[in-house]
Antibody
Framework: EVQLVESGGGLVKPGGSLRLSCAAS????????MQWVRQAPGKGLEWVSS????????YHADSVKGRFTISRDNAKNSLYLQMNSLRAEDTAVYYC??????????????WGQGTLVTVSS | EIVLTQSPGTLSLSPGERATLSCRAG???????LAWYQQKPGQAPRLLIY???SRATGIPDRFSGSGSGTDFTLTISRLEPEDFAVYYC?????????FGGGTKVEIK
């Protein structure tokens, strides 16, 4: 069974940093691109970042470029999102998701349960 | 950036009725790279449709997708109680990936 479990969310002050992790199981992580998608409270979905199978291709939304970094460790079956210079507008549930059909950025066929990041003083 | 506009914002229907949800793109969506997701409160989104009209694994055949170019539709032929949720469309044909604002299907 495919499982994605996020961790690392919490309350952080504006300008602070957090590192999110996503533990993957039930499939071979190295065979799939992965991405992060976020959802602000009561709002819709927003793509954040994508990373290819071997980390050769990395993409970030303009809203987080230069502040967030996606990475992965296939040996540890883990995906990460390093978030620096956090702003109030980054407050959201962050979902880790598997990209289907061999694409680098694409449709998400499996999602984690999400981890809440709250940026507030 | 391709802006996706979903309508209506809310659809009030009874179990057994047919639901028709619209997703309109500001530009043509490349190769019909359009997906639909269902999200229930407190849960992660669930993939329903990809490639505009292909059902994801395990999705009942009462869900169907159609359309191309800039106009796409998700149809639920007969609403079951578990289908009342929010539905999002997503385009993945061009960067950045974008999602529509969602349509809430509520019980009338």
């Amino acid at each position: 069974e495919v499982q994605l479990v996020e961790s690392g969310g919490g309350l952080v002050k504006p300008g602070g940093s957090l590192r999110l992790s996503c533990a993957a199981s039930g499939f071979t992580l190295s065979s799939y691109s992965m991405q992060w998608v976020r959802q602000a409270p009561g709002k819709g979905l927003e793509w954040v970042s994508s990373i290819s199978r071997s980390s050769s291709y990395i993409y970030h939304a303009d809203s987080v470029k230069g502040r967030f970094t996606i990475s992965r460790d296939n040996a540890k079956n883990s995906l990460y999102l390093q978030m620096n210079s956090l702003r109030a507008e980054d407050t959201a549930v962050y979902y880790c998701a598997r990209v289907a059909f061999g694409m680098v950025r694409g449709v998400c066929d499996y999602w984690g349960q999400g981890t809440l990041v709250t940026v507030s003083s | 950036e391709i802006v996706l506009t979903q309508s209506p914002g809310t659809l009030s229907l009874s179990p057994g009725e047919r639901a028709t949800l619209s997703c309109r793109a500001g530009q043509s969506v490349s190769t019909s790279y359009l997906a639909w997701y269902q999200q229930k409160p407190g849960q992660a989104p669930r993939l329903l449709i990809y490639g505009a009209s292909s059902r994801a694994t395990g999705i009942p055949d009462r869900f169907s997708g159609s359309g191309s170019g800039t106009d796409f539709t998700l149809t639920i032929s007969r609403l079951e109680p578990e289908d009342f949720a929010v539905y999002y469309c997503q385009q993945y044909g061009s960067s950045p990936l974008t999602f529509g604002g969602g349509t809430k299907v509520e019980i009338k």
